[in-house]
């Protein structure tokens, strides 16, 4: 196979996750949509690295594995710490920061 | 046979991800991921990437998502309201989406990059094992692998932090 086809297929599913991004409202889904684009990333990575014979983008993709659980894990210590407090799991009824 | 398992594992990593995006339930969207993250396993595997395959089913489509299970069971998936905050969000965000798809084929389209359109050069079978990416985050990577383990460390303890039940709450 060649790797343009799986740059392609990474484009898609990059894109697929950046209008889930912009269309959900609950904040888990975000956060799988969010793991959708790192994983888009990784293909990205790994297919490149394919490409030139080189396996420290393998490498790379590891490290992006470990940044993406440490985002998960962040992620839903908020969403408990939200539902805690009684407050609304939905991001555009948490506007207490807005400017 | 490469090319049917690689339009398989296509299918079925977009599908995922179209049924996370497109699921009202949060818990049918962390399933349509598990089917996900399997496909892009075996998209990996097809790139001789052995090790990172193994990484994304037992890290991934196990530990993390198990973990997202029990959170959306904990917090209850409830629908999404249907009032839109934005005017024709719906409308709005996918095309948006085609643009950003445009955009980053262009960007592939133009990096002028002609091993693209090959397969990449013949690697020896111990391409991408286990032994190899150990060899390399061991010796080459070391600095980058402790600092991600201690990345970890600390993501652990903010989630206790975060989540994590305070005394005066409990009284």
Same mark, same amino acid.
């Given at each position: 196979?060649?790797?343009?086809?799986?740059?392609?297929?990474?484009?898609?599913?990059?894109t697929?996750?950046? /209008?889930?991004?912009?269309?959900?409202?609950?904040?888990?889904?975000? #956060?799988?949509?969010?793991?959708?684009?790192?994983?888009?990333?990784?293909?990205?990575?790994?297919?490149?690295?394919?490409? /030139?014979?080189?396996?420290?983008?393998?490498?790379?993709? +590891?490290?992006?594995?470990?940044?993406?659980?440490?985002?998960?894990?962040?992620?839903? @210590?908020?969403?408990?710490?939200?539902?805690?407090?009684?407050?609304?799991?939905?991001?555009?009824?948490?506007?207490?920061?807005?400017? | %046979?490469?090319?049917?398992?690689?339009?398989?594992?296509?299918?079925?990593? #977009?599908?995922?991800?179209?049924?996370? /995006?497109?699921?009202?339930?949060?818990?049918?969207?962390?399933?349509? &991921? +598990?089917?996900?993250?399997?496909?892009?396993?075996? &998209?990996?595997? #097809? #790139?001789?990437?052995?090790?990172?395959?193994?990484?994304?089913?037992?890290? $991934?489509?196990?530990?993390? %998502?198990?973990? $997202? +299970?029990?959170?959306?069971?904990?917090? @209850?998936?409830?629908?999404?309201?249907?009032?839109?905050?934005?005017?024709?969000?719906?409308?709005?965000?996918?095309?948006?989406?085609i643009a950003l798809f445009i955009e980053l084929s262009i960007?592939?389209?133009?990096?002028?990059?002609?091993?693209?359109?090959?397969?990449?050069?013949?690697?020896?079978?111990?391409?991408?094992?286990?032994?190899?990416?150990?060899?390399?985050?061991?010796?080459?990577?070391?600095?980058?692998?402790?600092?991600?383990?201690?990345? &970890?460390? +600390?993501?652990?303890?903010?989630?206790?932090?975060?989540?994590?039940?305070?005394?005066?709450?409990?009284?």
């Amino acid at each position: 196979m060649n790797v343009e086809w799986f740059i392609v297929l990474s484009a898609l599913l990059f894109t697929t996750g950046a /209008v889930g991004i912009l269309l959900r409202r609950s904040p888990m889904v975000i #956060l799988l949509c969010l793991e959708l684009m790192l994983n888009a990333g990784n293909l990205a990575l790994v297919a490149f690295s394919r490409m /030139v014979g080189n396996q420290e983008g393998q490498v790379f993709a +590891i490290v992006v594995m470990v940044v993406a659980a440490c985002e998960v894990v962040v992620g839903l @210590g908020l969403i408990v710490a939200l539902y805690r407090r009684k407050l609304p799991i939905d991001v555009d009824e948490l506007r207490g920061l807005r400017g | %046979m490469e090319a049917v398992l690689f339009f398989f594992a296509a299918i079925g990593a #977009l599908a995922g991800a179209i049924g996370v /995006v497109a699921m009202r339930n949060p818990f049918y969207s962390v399933l349509a &991921l +598990i089917v996900h993250l399997f496909s892009l396993a075996v &998209l990996f595997l #097809l #790139l001789t990437a052995a090790f990172v395959a193994a990484a994304q089913v037992v890290v $991934y489509a196990g530990a993390v %998502m198990v973990l $997202y +299970i029990f959170v959306v069971a904990y917090v @209850g998936g409830g629908g999404e309201s249907a009032w839109e905050p934005i005017p024709g969000q719906r409308l709005l965000a996918p095309l948006l989406g085609i643009a950003l798809f445009i955009e980053l084929s262009i960007a592939v389209l133009s990096s002028a990059l002609l091993a693209l359109g090959t397969h990449g050069p013949d690697v020896e079978p111990g391409f991408g094992d286990p032994a190899a990416i150990g060899k390399l985050l061991l010796e080459k990577f070391l600095i980058p692998f402790e600092a991600s383990s201690i990345l &970890l460390l +600390i993501a652990a303890i903010g989630a206790i932090v975060l989540a994590g039940r305070k005394r005066e709450e409990a009284a």
